[in-house]
Every structure is written in C-alpha cells, then in structure tokens.
C-alpha cells in the first residue's frame, strides 16, 4: 500500500524511490502527526508549512497538499468545480467540497515548490531496486 508521503510526493513530482520512502515513513517516530510528515519531507528538500484554516474554506489553499479528515491523512490533489479529487490511502477519490469540510479539521500541511526537492542519493537507491 501506498503511503501518504510516497503519494504526495508523487503529486509534487519529486524524484524518489518507493523503497527508500517506505522505509524512512516507516520508521519515523512521528509519522502519524504533521510535524513528524513535516520532518520526513524535509529530507527531499521541501519546505513545508502546516497551517490551520478556521472558515475550512478549502479554496484558500495551493494543491495539492495534505489534508487531516477525521483521524487520518489524505493528499488532495485538485479542487475544481466545488470538487475535490484526493488520495486516501492509496485510492483516488471524489468528493463535493461541502462534504469533505464536514469532515475536515481545517488543517493542512503545504509544500513550498523547489526544484531542487529531490531524494538524496536517489541514483544510487533507484539502481539498487
């Protein structure tokens, strides 16, 4: 299964391999809060910002990004015409924008686009697959 940092790497288009991710998610102490996706992001070199938004208005912010819904994670992608398409786990859903903000805590971890976010050493990890 999918992780939500393999996912939401995937949608930034940041190199990685799944081996690597997998493990250091895996792995992290704090993986199951935004502080602890913050940190293992921060090995790919992205800048990363949690920020709460109280009117829950999801219009406010930059996709994709990750989303806290109930007690888990998610990594949407897109809103368009008061939908939002996301990953949950690893299956790509659709919901209208009223009921995810139902559900949604006003949280969200943002990425700051960097060209040079990247695996370190990823040449190396992806000819050892």
């Known amino acids: 299964m ?3 940092i393999d996912c939401f790497l995937k949608e930034l288009e940041v190199e990685h391999t799944v081996g690597y ?3 250091l998610y895996e792995h992290h102490p704090y993986k199951n809060n935004f502080y602890g ?3 293992i992001l921060s090995e790919y070199s992205l800048k990363t910002y949690g920020i709460k938004i109280d009117s829950k208005n999801l219009s ?6 990750i989303l806290h819904i109930g007690n888990d994670f998610v990594v949407a992608r897109a809103l368009q015409d008061k939908i ?3 990953w949950e786990h690893d299956r790509l859903k659709k919901s209208s924008v009223e009921e995810v903000e139902e559900r949604w805590d006003g949280c969200a971890l943002v990425a700051e686009y960097s060209e040079d ?3 370190a050493d990823y040449h190396a990890h992806k000819k050892m697959r």
């Open 37 to 39: 996706l913050s940190l």
């Open 84 to 86: 939002l398409e996301f």
């Open 60 to 65: 406010q912010l930059s996709f994709p990004c």
């Open 2 to 4: 999918i992780n939500i």
């Open 21 to 23: 991710t997998k493990e």
């Open 117 to 119: 976010a990247s695996e």
